[in-house]
């Protein structure tokens, strides 16, 4: 049993109740080996001094923009050749600027990686980008829209090498 008072109100919730505001929360991050959101969820978690950090960091964010965007035409000069992978880059339209947080790529599903045969064997057990260490806990590492297998391979790989 939790319980807290906030607002002068009292709030008491079972561990259940606790778990599912916390994961509402906390972007309703799902214990797939991939992103899956199944309800949508918040960010509620930027204190006032994370706010100041964030204010401060605004100094240096063309910096920081500028070497993600040397990360992502490293990616599609590395993977430009490679038989059925497609970086995803900027449009060249102009109608936006990425700010090159994510770099992403699509595998064909013909492509076989190593390991493949083991894609999906395990859910997430802890949580990923701190997110107060609360997840739903799946009952299968697999869904009905889970990317392919050679996907979850190359994460599995990447993430077993420290990418």
């Given at each position: 049993?939790?319980?807290?008072?906030?607002?002068?109100?009292?709030?008491?919730?079972?561990?259940?109740?606790?778990?599912?505001?916390?994961?509402?929360a906390?972007?309703?991050?799902?214990?797939?080996?991939?992103?899956?959101?199944?309800?949508?969820?918040?960010?509620?978690?930027?204190?006032?001094?994370?706010?100041?950090?964030?204010?401060?960091?605004?100094?240096?964010?063309?910096?920081?923009?500028?070497?993600?965007?040397?990360?992502?035409?490293?990616?599609?000069?590395?993977?430009?050749?490679?038989?059925?992978?497609?970086?995803?880059?900027?449009?060249?339209?102009?109608?936006?600027?990425?700010?090159?947080?994510?770099?992403?790529?699509?595998?064909?599903?013909?492509?076989?990686?190593?390991?493949?045969?083991d894609?999906?064997?395990?859910?997430?057990?802890?949580?990923?980008?701190?997110?107060?260490?609360?997840?739903?806990?799946?009952?299968?590492?697999?869904?009905?829209?889970?990317?392919?297998?050679?996907?979850?391979?190359?994460?599995?790989?990447?993430?077993?090498?420290?990418?």
């Amino acid at each position: 049993m939790i319980t807290t008072s906030g607002g002068g109100a009292l709030i008491t919730a079972n561990d259940n109740e606790w778990r599912e505001i916390m994961m509402y929360a906390t972007q309703y991050r799902e214990s797939y080996p991939y992103y899956q959101h199944e309800k949508i969820g918040y960010n509620y978690r930027m204190s006032n001094i994370c706010a100041g950090i964030g204010r401060g960091q605004m100094t240096v964010a063309g910096s920081h923009i500028a070497h993600h965007k040397h990360v992502q035409s490293l990616y599609e000069d590395l993977l430009k050749d490679v038989p059925g992978i497609t970086v995803h880059s900027q449009p060249a339209t102009g109608g936006y600027d990425s700010n090159y947080w994510l770099c992403t790529i699509t595998i064909d599903p013909s492509v076989k990686v190593k390991g493949q045969e083991d894609a999906y064997k395990t859910i997430v057990k802890g949580a990923v980008g701190g997110a107060a260490g609360v997840i739903h806990l799946a009952d299968s590492a697999t869904t009905d829209c889970q990317p392919n297998d050679n996907v979850e391979a190359l994460r599995v790989f990447m993430d077993q090498a420290g990418i």
